[in-house]
C-alpha cells in the first residue's frame, strides 16, 4: 500500500542506523539527506519534488546510512519494500527510472570522490 505522509519545516523523516521497509518519493516540499561523521554532521544532498530516498535499505535490509530531514513542509508518498517490488516486477519504466535515479546518485559520489583525490595530490 502507498500512502501520503506529511512533515513540518525541521521535522525528522528517517535517521541513520534506523531500520525500516519503506521508500519515500518526494510529492512537494523538500528534504536535506544528513550523515553524521565523527560527530559532526555533513550535508550530503538536497532533495526537491520528484526525487526518492530510502533505496537502499529497502533493497538490502540494512540500516539507514543517512538522515533525512524536511527543510520545508514536505508531503511524501511512502512505499513500503513489498509493494515496491511488485511494482518493479510490472512496470519496467518506473525500473528503469528507479536504476536511472540510483546510478546517477553513484556517478556523483564517484566524482566528488575523484575531486576529493586530486585535491590531495
Known sequence: MISLQEFQTNELIIKENDIDEYLYLIKSGMVKVVKSVENKEIEVAFLKEGSFFGEMALIDDRPRTATVIAMEETVLKVFHRDNFLSLMQTDQ?????????????????????????????
Do not use: W
Open 93 to 121: 519504466d518506473i525500473a528503469v527510472k528507479f536504476l536511472s535515479g540510483i546510478f546517477s546518485r553513484l556517478r556523483d559520489a564517484n566524482s566528488k570522490i575523484d575531486h576529493s583525490f586530486n585535491n590531495i595530490k
